[in-house]
């Protein structure tokens, strides 16, 4: 089998947990659910699969090589690539494949972001070693897709078709037959009751020249940048001169939704993007009221209330309900559980010595 590159995304903004991150700490550097970054969580979970230690990569930025060292001190720091501009998903995906293509001609690689919680790690790595496995042997991307639980607004969704490649090991892979963005609370109500639809993970798998194709017919820009990106030596250069110029644009966008042919599994490991606060009480203890402390927290008659006590202070609580509130040591955050998505408005009011 050709060889399996896994990337790991690694570079976000870290506005949706402040003010526990910042940009220079987002949600992936963050000990959320557990004594490890969801980031370390990443990358234990994928290392089995990778023959090489330098077939496991982290995309991320500048800002964020610190704090990736400091929570992977033993990571290759050559398999740490800092990206020289935000961009988006689908020049990740393209800077992913050139690298791919420096390694093997047929070099298949998974594109994986850095800050979901997966469990059931084993089947996980199993469904990602199928997917490449149907991926080597057609040309076709391949999506671990995510049975949908209740009818969420705030992701994408596949809408999934017939079986194929039954004699691929692994399966079933259904054919994808079209990307669907966030739906409204009735269209995501039709899509659980059908069960012919599947949460996008953002969890992909492809043979470099199905990607290097589908660029040349979809975004040249892209195609261009992999074509040209240099074979052997040093690629540091290059990477800072043509990478800024890419599109910002998803990979969704750019080259999944227009694609010949996209597959998907559905996923049989649980898993959460973990998207805002209100996720954390499904993975950290809850009193019998609702309550989710982490901390010094003292409380009296409250309900529903999500307190993490970061700031070496105590937290005190009187009769709350359905509130988060998140001290730090610089700065302190409270809002209604059901406004949580709108947390990053604030940081425009913000200083920049808070962010």
Not at 39 to 47: G, S
């Amino acid at each position: 089998m050709s060889p399996l590159l896994l990337f790991i995304m690694a570079g976000g903004s870290g506005e949706r947990f402040w003010p526990l991150s910042r940009k220079a700490k987002p949600k992936h550097l963050l000990k959320l659910v557990s004594s490890q970054t969801l980031l370390e969580e990443t990358v234990l979970r994928l290392k089995p699969l990778a023959r090489k230690p330098a077939h496991l990569l982290i995309l991320t930025n500048h800002e964020q090589i610190p704090g990736i060292r400091h929570a992977l001190p033993r990571f290759p720091k050559s398999s740490l690539i800092p990206e020289p501009a935000k961009r988006d998903t689908a020049p990740a995906a393209a800077l992913a494949t050139a690298l791919a293509l420096r390694t093997h001609p047929d070099a298949i690689l998974a594109l994986l972001p850095a800050d979901a919680v997966i469990g059931k790690a084993p089947i996980f790595r199993a469904q990602l070693a199928a997917a490449a496995r149907a991926a080597q042997n057609s040309s076709s991307f391949v999506a671990l897709g995510i049975q949908p639980s209740y009818p969420a607004t705030g992701f994408g969704y596949l809408h999934l078709g017939r079986k194929t490649l039954p004699q691929i090991k692994g399966g079933p892979f259904l054919c994808v037959r079209r990307f669907v963005e966030k739906p409204s609370l009735a269209r995501a109500k039709t899509f659980l009751k059908s069960r012919q639809y599947a949460w996008n993970a953002g969890i992909f798998v492809w043979k470099a020249s199905t990607f290097l194709a589908e660029a040349r017919r979809q975004q040249p820009a892209l195609a261009r940048f992999i074509e040209r990106f240099p074979k052997r030596g040093s690629y540091a250069s290059y990477l800072k001169r043509e990478f800024p110029k890419l599109p910002k644009i998803s990979v969704d966008y750019a080259i999944m939704e227009g694609a010949k042919s996209v597959l998907a599994i559905r996923a049989a490991f649980p898993w959460d993007d973990v998207g805002s606060w209100s996720a954390l009480p499904a993975h950290l203890p809850t009193d019998k009221q609702g309550n989710t402390f982490r901390g010094q927290v003292l409380s009296l008659a409250c309900q529903n209330t999500l307190a993490l006590a970061h700031g070496g202070r105590p937290i005190a609580l009187l009769g709350t309900e359905n509130l988060v509130v998140v001290d730090t040591p610089d700065a302190l955050l409270v809002c209604p559980k059901d406004r949580v998505q709108e947390v990053k408005k604030l940081l425009a009011l913000l200083p920049k010595d808070v962010l």
